[in-house]
């Protein structure tokens, strides 16, 4: 097993599950900050600024804000390459139409780049990781507007302008496949920045499960997201012809139920509704026969495709495929087959694997599956694992250590997967772990589903003093990255 020299070990945060100071310093209000938390079997709720005695993760989140020193130089101790984050659009662009950045926003992010390059470690940015600025939803419904990409590209472009020099790696919409998980709610508001007008306008808390999208306008969202990216990366190397920039897809292996051929078969129409609807796009620049038939298949009207936009996408394919990966589900003809019960999942359940406390398998082999067909279907593009890992309720013992061995034994596969991947072939550049300080849930909202090798200090009813401290799997972590991923044990 060998991981090429260079090769990026790191972690990934997303800006609205770990700053907080929601209002601080210009930003104003952002998707996740109208959401409340719920749990492994109740979905988050939209909730409207009326309820001032209701807990919203987001607001405080784990304060990275204000301790991005201390949580950087921690990271830097484990000896991280890599440091993925978000910027978090509303700190930018508070409103997503304002004619000038705003400036404390933007030195936040100076701030926190200086703080990396300081230990050696290369940032890589996320332009939109469901956090489009709230008053775009309000104004235009986000991305059902094509106003939303003339503001996409203005905020990518700034950013692309200011921090030329000290970022490299790019990815410009979180998931972005995410838009069409439609039907659990929280896709089409998280990726697009959509919300059905009975939630938007009601008087009362509205549950995720209670959305209900109109799938053509999801669609053509999706549609005007793929044109945004497009411009920014067109955008993006005009500025820095070095910038690497990457679509990011929320991956994972989905495999037939059983060999039977209608299994197959769905398996197959289930593969490129869930990754490479999206991924194709990016990477060749262009929608497919099987993209129309697709359509046309759902009864939605793909005249949005115009051919001007046909160019515009020709001209940004991305440069590099990114994904996340932690989990794996089944595809059948059979309605009456069992479902995983993971929240963000809704597949068939796989007999073979062992799942996790909020019913997300475990398939380290998936990973290595899914690395595979990545490259036979892009053998042009390298591919990031930018996301990765393992939520799980923890316990501090009285002398507060953490024994995290869950966490190492759901690493451990996982890490060696990749490496049998890159022995097969793959050309993989790097790999950062999810969460790895302790930080929101963007399904659920919980800070109890803790993904990080850093522990911190904070519940779910809000309370915690926010100090961190190193779980078992800081060390392991440490060892992994020192050897170059030989060192597993
Ligand atoms: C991905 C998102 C992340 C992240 C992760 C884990 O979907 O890109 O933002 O949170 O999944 O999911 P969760 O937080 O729901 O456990």
């Given amino acids: 097993m060998s991981f090429p020299e260079g090769f990026y070990w790191g972690g990934a945060l997303a800006a609205n599950q770990c700053e907080g100071a929601y209002l601080e310093d210009g930003k104003e209000l952002s998707v996740p900050d109208m959401l409340l938390g719920g749990d492994v ?37 484990m000896g991280f390459k890599m440091l993925r984050i978000s910027i978090n659009w509303a700190r930018i662009y508070p409103k997503g139409n304002e004619e000038e950045p705003n400036e404390a926003g933007l030195q936040f992010y100076d701030n926190v780049f200086d703080e990396c390059r300081k230990y050696g470690i290369e940032p890589m940015v996320t332009l939109s990781h469901y956090e489009m600025p709230w008053d775009m939803v309000v104004r235009h419904n986000g991305f059902e507007s094509r106003e939303a990409i003339d503001e996409f590209v203005k905020y990518a472009t700034t950013c692309f302008k200011r921090y030329k020099d000290k970022v490299k790696y790019w990815l410009t919409f979180n998931e972005i496949n995410i838009a069409l998980f439609a039907e659990i709610g929280i896709g089409p508001l998280y990726g697009l920045g959509m919300i059905p007008k009975e939630a938007l306008e009601s008087d009362r808390p509205v549950r995720f499960d209670e959305f209900k999208y109109d799938m053509q306008k999801v669609f053509e969202g999706l549609h005007n997201e793929f044109v945004a990216s497009a411009l920014a990366v067109k955008a993006a190397h005009e500025i820095n012809p070095d910038f690497m920039i990457g679509n990011m897809i929320a991956g994972g292996a989905k495999y037939p139920l059983t060999c039977h051929p209608k299994d197959i078969l769905a398996a197959q129409e289930g593969v490129f509704e869930g990754f490479d609807y999206c991924g194709d796009v990016m990477v060749r620049g262009e929608y497919s026969p099987q993209h129309l038939a697709f359509l046309k298949k759902k009864g939605i009207d793909p005249s949005f495709i115009t051919e001007e936009d046909k160019q515009i996408l020709k001209e940004g394919p991305v440069d590099m495929y990114t994904f996340s990966y932690y989990s794996s589900d089944c595809v059948t003809t059979n309605p009456d087959a069992e479902k995983t019960d993971g929240n963000m999942s809704t597949g068939a359940k796989n ?22 067909r990545l490259t036979g279907r892009y053998p042009h593009t390298p591919i ?106």
């Fill in 351 to 372: 007999p073979y694997l062992k799942a996790s406390d909020w019913g997300w398998l475990i398939d380290p082999d998936g990973m290595r599956w899914e690395l595979n």
């Fill in 41 to 77: 079997n109740t979905p988050r709720t939209f909730c409207p600024q009326t309820v001032e005695t209701a807990f919203y993760p987001s607001h405080e989140a784990v304060d990275f804000y204000h301790n991005y020193k201390e949580d950087i130089k921690l990271l830097a101790e």
């Fill in 384 to 489: 990031f694992i930018v996301e990765n890992g393992f939520g799980a309720f923890d316990t501090v013992e009285e002398d507060g250590s953490i024994h995290d061995t869950y966490r190492i034994d759901y690493f451990r596969p996982h890490i060696k997967a990749m490496g049998e991947a890159i022995d097969d072939g793959v050309n993989l550049l790097g790999y950062t772990t999810w969460g790895p300080i302790d930080i929101v849930s963007a399904g659920t909202g919980q800070l109890a589903k803790r993904y990080g090798f850093i522990y911190v200090d904070k519940h779910d009813d809000g309370s915690g003093d926010m100090a961190r401290s190193k779980k078992d799997s800081f060390d392991w972590y440490k060892k992994v990255i020192a050897s170059n991923g030989e060192d597993l044990d």
